[in-house]
């Protein structure tokens, strides 16, 4: 199990890359963190005729926060959003959700830009982007293009981005101080991808959501922002009301099968997802009683 | 065409220069090239863990790193954190727990292990459970390694001021 | 948890003092091994060295056209591509059937295909190469023409005459029928109050050892020699077959056992792809190295436990079980495995169902059907997982419609544990069991009572908790009624060669191999203890054919039973040996001196009067100042084989305690206990060690592992992302209890225990997740126990 051969240059500069990519184009692949395309090499699933290597482009590395704006850097890895203080003040749901993201030694070299980049639907990283109203920027030939997440996504491996083009940084608005977020998944063992999973971040005044953002993932081909948290928002949650929500819910998946779920699976697990994701940001265990098909 | 590239790292504190074909991957590299066969390679699609090394200070499969990307970079193997003894003490609480049986997960277990016990001097259970859980091992059932890490960590926070 | 209890039988040689026997003490050279300075197959190098890599087939059943390997031919770095009709000049093939499995058959098998492919992954061409990237790049170009055959995938179908024949000279796709009938099931049924019946389906899994399989072969032409280092647990078979299969005699193959990375039962058998590498370096004159890939050692590893079994057991009002009944069918693939045949692992299903309790009433019919699928075979615990979990489950079931608790029904119908010598409804022999014992201790251990009364309480607040209780026998320390009377050369007797050097240690050549069982340890524990040496001053040697005598290797159980009665009694010829002659240096007797610590002592007061280093340079270098007559001989050997009983069985019970999340499916396992009795401990903590890997293999067949074919016999999980192996995150605490009936067969005592483990794992899993169903009427005869089973179980999806 060795990769084919290929053709590797190391960019000095995003410059430097974005002129390999338009030189390669679709020949040509984006090595960042590594921890999904070179897997993929090994099993010679991919077979790339020439790399472009990120991995030195420090300029690319790192989380700021400016005014009311968070941004990271591509090359950020999961193991740097899993300790920095900035994420943990002004995005904790990416740090639950990171601690989800494979194993330690993963972690380290994964990167934010990859993930997203990669658009594996089970991943937790572009739902969490869909949940936090995150804007992708991305630079090519013609300069650089803020995509909204829910516009990113496109299916299955598949994004906005074009080939020549290099994913530079999110941008996330800094979330309020009273803001809560849940993060959860179903996965069979620690580290695996999701069976289905759930990042949300909410907005609770006086028992009630004055926002709600469910970024549902491994429901379908893309993460799914699911429309069906509007029926939540400014109503006191009943288990009537919840029970309507988690009907509209399922209008909205698309789940696919594999070998972990079947898609009434995958549509059962989401609506307990949900119903535990409400019960938990209201703190109301009332609310939790076992869901029926 | 695919040219070997040139690359100069630091490995176990040697300096090592080295012309690579971008395609070797830097398990295959350490253990072909370098004949540090205590790498080792179970699955080479970054599941198993048995190639864990240190790059730069952090654990990383070396299964899913190129050796071209090592230029300039600090790679340390189980035969480095050995001969310094910088593990001298997990390796023998292991011994004494029979913490390995085959020994073929072991190198990489041991880079995970105290790898977690760098950054968490004190973990419990649940813990070492979670930061192993990266690393397959199929003969112990993993209590004896839970153990012989939890023994460790507990030692060395007894001998820290 | 560990306790033992001294052996009321005084050993003789065992019960001195500063004796290593019971107590745990760490194993030698496990430093290697963590510094990373182990010599695994994988990690061998030799000068002239190349590496084969295998063309396989994509498709489950299909004739082979023709192959075009012109482009390959031409890659960077290609030394030769051969057919599987070029090797067949150098090598034979082979049938994989045993003549006391009264009626079995199989079909020929060549190390490459000729002419047609019967599984997705069989080889049809080795393209050899400088290395194994450029190898795997010319495979990329070696074109060959297959035209589809209908494949064989669904063992329920696999006898139906619609149903296409995998092998025509075969006449049909039966490899094996056993059919068994003991006392009056069908009147002991009638006279039940319930009758129950439940299918039971086991996941085809497989052993996914670390280090996947490794062979470098190195045919020296000059010297007429093949070498083989491989990770094997049986190098004299390697060595016989390997030299009757290449035209050679034994004397001319020599089999090295260096460190391996895992076992299991997987690297116990004769691979294609193996005796294809064997082939290939005598065809080419050089060194051959072939490393499975992870997704060549899912295709190709056998794979085990595709089972679908029928239970049905009868049971009276006051929990007295009446007769078991069973009808197996399992799917091994297109050929029988060579040459421990792919039949044992049914006919162990059969040996074992209802083998812990009282009734004799048994009928059972096993068949084992060919198709077109990867080979199946032993793997650890052959058949006992099966036979424990379609018997427990029964009796869980009985106890269930009953209305009796779980350990109560095993309390009425266990083997009484002063009934022995007596015989399974199978016709097994029992020599000694403890099960009554056994599970009184578990009953505490677990502290029944109060985990019953916890998920009492936990069930009213909706916390769906399990416990499942599963007994079990373990076959262990096999005689030739294994596999010498069905005509294999498989040994299975041990043979220890033990002597001193000249500066006073030992070396202790064995027959038994090591992958990490601790077979060195055991060994080195024996010889320390019989002979009156510190363990430091023993070296063993094992694993290589021209360094150690004949015999069977490690697998079954069988090295510490086996292997280290072959020690012992080897150990007690050389201290004999020792003492004859410290007793004419020192010019006393024999029987007035002992050996301890390394030094010869005067039994009465212990006074020391010659160190083994000293003794040891007046034989070897002194001799004149001997006195005449005497010929010192410190070498001795000695070679074991249970020859009373075929098997020596143990026994115990497992309990599981685990949460269903009702909602979800999933199950968190909190904690598992075993108590096992496998006769005299050598090694406590390597006892416990195996118990604890062999339950984790277990739970991860109950929980996740299965290998997932789909209609067309393409396995569609081959990679660890996909085939899920229970990892340190899910597994919990095991606590490990004993209880020690020797056996009187050997010296020493000791029965096996690799297999325990395994063997009730799944069984007390999916008994402890239909108790915490119970409240739902939901029951689960099926494993893994997939949350999307137990959700369709729930009925939510």
């Given at each position: 199990m060795k990769a084919s051969a290929f053709d590797y240059a190391r960019a000095t500069s995003v410059a430097h890359a974005l002129e390999l990519l338009t030189a390669h184009g679709e020949r040509a692949k984006v090595l960042a963190g590594g921890q999904s395309l070179l897997p993929a090499m090994n099993l010679r699933l991919m077979a790339p005729e020439f790399i472009v290597d990120i991995g030195e482009l420090a300029e690319l590395r790192g989380v700021t926060v400016k005014g009311d704006v968070l941004t990271i850097g591509a090359l950020t890895r999961h193991a740097d959003l899993l300790k920095s203080p900035e994420i943990a003040a002004h995005a904790p749901l990416l740090r639950d959700a990171v601690a989800h993201v494979a194993h330690p030694a993963i972690r380290n070299r994964g990167t934010i830009g990859g993930s997203l980049a990669q658009a594996d639907p089970a991943s937790e990283l572009p739902a969490c982007m869909l949940a936090l109203d995150a804007t992708i920027i991305a630079r090519g030939p013609r300069g650089e293009r803020r995509i909204a997440a829910d516009e990113f996504f496109a299916g299955i491996y598949e994004t906005a981005l074009a080939p020549q083009e290099l994913l530079i940084a999110v941008e996330l608005p800094v979330q309020p101080k009273d803001s809560t977020h849940y993060f959860h998944e179903f996965a069979r063992r620690h580290g695996d991808y999701a069976i289905v999973g759930l990042a949300a971040q909410a907005l609770v005044r006086d028992g009630r959501f004055a926002d709600l953002r469910l970024g549902f993932f491994a429901v379908g081909d893309r993460p799914l922002l699911a429309r069906s948290a509007g029926e939540l928002i400014d109503v006191a949650v009943t288990p009537a009301v919840l029970a309507e929500a988690s009907s509209a819910l399922d209008e909205e998946l698309s789940p696919l099968e594999d070998q972990q779920a079947t898609p009434a699976m995958r549509r059962h697990l989401a609506k307990v997802l949900l119903m535990r994701c409400v019960s938990s940001l209201l703190s109301r265990p009332d609310l939790c009683t076992g869901v029926s098909a | 065409m695919t040219a070997a590239v040139a690359i100069s790292l630091s490995v176990n504190g040697e300096l090592v220069e080295a012309s690579v074909l971008p395609r070797l991957n830097l398990a295959d590299f350490l253990r072909e090239h370098l004949k540090l066969t205590g790498t080792h390679v179970g699955c080479e699609h970054g599941v198993c863990g048995a190639c864990t090394v240190r790059v730069n200070g952090d654990i990383i499969r070396s299964c899913l790193m190129l050796a071209v990307q090592m230029h300039n970079a600090k790679v340390e193997t189980i035969e480095g954190v050995s001969d310094s003894g910088e593990i001298a003490d997990l390796q023998s609480a292991f011994r004494e727990r029979n913490a390995l049986q085959c020994g073929f997960c072991t190198p990489g277990m041991l880079m995970a292990a105290q790898d977690l016990l760098q950054q968490s001097p004190t973990p419990d259970r649940e813990q070492i459970r979670e930061h192993l859980s990266g690393n397959y091992c199929r003969?112990?059932?993993?209590q004896a390694i839970v153990d012989a890490i939890e023994t460790t960590a507990r030692a060395r926070a007894g001998r820290s001021p | 948890m560990t306790s033992t209890s001294a052996n009321p039988e005084t050993l003789s040689a065992l019960d001195r003092p500063n004796s290593y026997i019971g107590k745990t003490v760490p194993r030698p050279n496990l430093d290697r091994l963590m510094q990373g300075r182990g010599l695994y197959v994988s990690d061998i190098e030799l000068p002239r060295m190349v590496h084969v890599v295998f063309v396989r087939s994509p498709h489950a059943h299909a004739k082979i056209i023709g192959i075009d390997a012109s482009a390959a031919k031409q890659m960077p770095g290609v030394i030769a591509i051969v057919s599987g009709g070029e090797l067949a000049a150098v090598i034979t093939p082979w049938v994989g059937v045993l003549s006391h499995l009264k009626g079995m058959k199989s079909a020929p098998q060549n190390a490459i295909a000729i002419d047609r492919v019967c599984w997705q992954g069989e080889a049809v061409a080795a393209v050899v190469a400088n290395s194994r990237a450029q190898g795997e790049d010319a495979a990329e170009l070696v074109s060959v023409d297959y035209q589809e055959l209908d494949a064989v995938t669904d063992m329920r179908t696999a006898l139906d005459p619609t149903t296409a024949v995998i092998h025509a000279s075969l006449g049909d796709n039966l490899a094996f029928e056993r059919n068994h009938d003991a006392g009056t099931v069908d009147q002991a049924l009638a006279e039940s109050d319930e009758v129950i019946e439940a299918e039971f389906i086991f996941g085809r899994h497989t052993g996914v050892t670390l280090e996947p399989r490794a062979v470098v072969a190195d045919w020296n032409a000059a010297e007429a020699r093949l070498t083989i280092y491989q990770g094997s647990q049986a190098p004299h078979m390697v060595q016989n077959i390997a030299a009757l299969h290449l035209g050679l005699k034994e004397s001319q193959v020599r089999v090295v056992c260096k460190d391996v990375g895992g076992s299991f039962g997987i690297k116990v058998h004769i691979y294609a792809d193996e005796m294809a590498a064997y082939a290939l370096s005598k065809l080419l004159r050089r060194p051959v190295k072939f490393v499975a890939d992870r997704v060549e050692s899912f295709n190709t590893d056998i794979h085990a436990r595709d089972h679908r079994c029928k239970g049905k057991i009868g049971v009276k009002r006051d929990g007295t079980i009446t007769a078991f009944e069973i009808d197996d069918l399992t799917g091994i693939g297109p050929y029988s495995m060579y040459p421990r045949t792919s039949a044992i692992e049914a006919n162990q299903v059969v040996n074992l169902v209802g083998g812990p309790y009282v009734t004799r009433n048994y009928r059972a019919r096993a068949r084992v059907v060919f198709q077109n699928k990867n080979v199946m075979c032993q793997y650890r615990a052959v058949g006992h997982p099966i036979a424990c979990s379609v018997t427990e489950g029964l009796v869980d079931l009985a106890a269930m419609k009953i209305g009796m608790d779980p350990i109560e029904i095993r309390r009425r119908n266990l083997i009484a544990d002063d009934a022995y010598p007596c015989a399974s409804p199978s016709g097994l022999r029992f020599e000694q069991l403890s099960h009554h014992a056994a599970l009184a201790k578990l009953v505490r251990m677990m502290d029944y009572d109060a985990l019953r009364a916890e998920q009492s309480a936990l069930r009213a607040r909706n916390i769906h908790r399990g416990i499942g209780i599963a007994s079990f026998i373990e076959v262990t320390n096999p005689s030739a009624a294994f596999y010498g009377v069905g005509g294999a050369k498989i040994s299975s007797q041990d043979g220890v060669a033990v002597r001193l050097d000249a500066q006073g240690s030992v070396i202790c050549q064995t027959s038994i191999t090591e992958q990490g069982q601790g077979s060195e340890s055991l060994t080195a524990q024996i010889v320390g203890s019989v002979l009156g040496v510190s363990m430091d001053r023993v070296r063993v040697i094992l694993g290589d054919t021209d360094n150690t005598p004949y015999g069977g290797g490690t697998w079954a159980s069988r090295g510490a039973g086996i292997g280290g009665e072959a020690a012992l009694q080897a150990t007690k010829v050389l201290r004999k040996n020792i003492l004859d002659v410290a007793a004419a240096i020192l010019q006393s007797t024999a029987g007035e001196l002992d050996i301890v610590n390394n030094v010869v002592v005067t039994v009465v007061d212990g006074a020391p009067r010659i160190e083994l280093s000293e003794l040891a340079r007046i034989v070897y270098f002194r001799p004149d100042t001997l006195p005449p007559g005497i010929q010192p001989e410190l070498m001795a050997t000695r070679h074991f084989v249970p020859r009373e009983y075929p098997f020596a069985f143990t026994n115990g019970v497992q309990a599981s305690w685990l949460d269903v999340d009702i909602d979800t499916g999933f199950v968190k396992l909190l904690k598992h206990w075993v108590v096992e009795d496998c006769g005299t401990i050598i090694n406590p903590q390597l006892v416990d060690e195996q118990i604890r890997g062999g339950v984790v293999q277990g739970l991860g067949a109950a929980l996740f592992e299965k290998c997932v074919y789909d209609e067309r016999g393409q396995l569609t999980n081959a990679n660890m992302a996909d085939y899920l192996v229970p990892m340190s995150g899910e597994m919990p605490d095991i606590d490990v209890g004993h209880v020690v009936s020797p056996t009187l067969e050997s010296e020493l005592g000791a029965k096996g225990a690799g297999e325990a483990g395994t063997a009730g794992a799944a069984a007390a899993v999916t008994n402890a997740v239909n108790d915490a169903l119970k409240p739902f009427g939901a029951i689960i005869t099926e494993i893994p126990l997939t949350p999307q089973i137990i959700l369709t179980a729930l009925g939510r999806i």
């Open positions: - | 003969c112990t059932g993993y | -």
